[in-house]
């Protein structure tokens, strides 16, 4: 129930972010700390996954702040729950949790981290936002003051822990390390074939055999057409699963992780890596390019590229730490 009830609220965020629907802006104070929340590491043979919790005080003095994890698989069981007591501005709280997990599960891992605001540094942060706002700035200085216990500001994240990585993920979007030439295996995204427009369902069918039959041409015109089919789904994309649920998806990360086995594919079939390059340095900072990085890795390494293998790497790693096939690949 968890699971879902989280689902939700993501994809509303998604959602509303985009315009889907129209509601009034939610006043909030300003931003008043930093927070990440990481998995930092993943030992599949021990079954110890660690996610490390930065609070960082970077515009006010932070107080009473706290960090506790609940697998949302197993509620009840009591994880440790650390704390610190005071953040000075400038300097931040940094939290190691270890839970035990098995691989090749998914879950949901709710963070409950807290902390207080020190409320004369929120107030001038208050005002200084609201200068030319009179009426909101009295609101939220009024609100500001009713502040005595730590504000949530963790979050609820999925998990998924394979042998060969542990990510932020459901299994649905999940590249997988499955398609393998010339002894090298390489990570490709293979949607689910259980897509509710019965269009987009023959798209992706055609897709994923045109990719198990290793035809670039074929490759790239169904994933040209599969990338069609998604937009007339507009926003997003829904699947349909056996046990009822149904996932879906923004067709903005889809269309992304498409064009990604497209372009990896080309290069794994060719052997011409100038244009998966390009197509990597021009990208943002994502989940999609964390795999492009380890599929140049791959082919760099197994070519003799050495300095080009060990750059994208460390990049992959950079985006994905907890991945223990890449860490001790040598």
Request: net charge positive; aromatic share 10%; proline share 5%.
């Amino acid at each position: 129930m968890l699971k879902r009830f989280a689902f939700l609220i993501l994809l509303c965020f998604i959602l509303v972010s985009n315009g889907v629907f129209a509601m009034i802006p939610r006043v909030q104070f300003p931003e008043w700390n930093k927070t990440t929340i990481k998995i930092t590491d993943w030992d599949p043979v021990k079954g110890i996954l660690t996610i490390t919790v930065e609070v960082e005080a970077n515009k006010i003095p932070i107080e009473k702040v706290y960090s506790k994890p609940y697998l949302q698989s197993n509620f009840k069981k009591s994880l440790p729950k650390y704390e610190k007591v005071n953040i000075k501005q400038g300097d931040k709280a940094v939290f190691v949790h270890k839970l035990n997990i098995k691989s090749n599960t998914s879950n949901w891992l709710e963070m409950d981290v807290r902390a207080k605001p020190d409320i004369t540094g929120l107030k001038l942060l208050i005002r200084s936002q609201y200068t030319n706002n009179p009426t909101m700035r009295e609101i939220l200085e009024a609100e500001a003051d009713n502040i005595k216990s730590p504000v949530f500001i963790g979050t609820s994240m999925p998990i998924l822990v394979r042998d060969d990585i542990a990510m932020k993920v459901t299994p649905e979007i999940a590249f997988t390390p499955n398609f393998s030439h010339k002894d090298i295996n390489y990570y490709i995204w293979f949607p689910l074939d259980s897509a509710e427009s019965k269009t987009t369902n023959s798209a992706i069918k055609l897709f994923k055999d045109a990719i198990k039959k290793k035809n670039l041409k074929t490759v790239e015109a169904s994933g040209e057409n599969l990338i069609k089919r998604f937009e007339t789904n507009r926003r997003t994309i829904t699947f349909k699963k056996e046990n009822g649920d149904n996932f879906a998806i923004p067709t903005k990360i889809a269309k992304e992780m498409i064009l990604a086995d497209i372009v990896c594919i080309r290069m794994i079939l060719t052997g011409e890596t100038e244009k998966l390059e390009k197509t990597y340095s021009s990208m943002n900072p994502s989940y999609t390019k964390a795999f492009i990085a380890y599929n140049l890795y791959a082919f760099f390494k197994n070519t003799n590229q050495k300095d080009k293998a060990e750059k994208y790497k460390n990049e992959a790693l950079a985006e994905q730490p907890a991945w223990p096939l890449l860490i001790n690949n040598k």
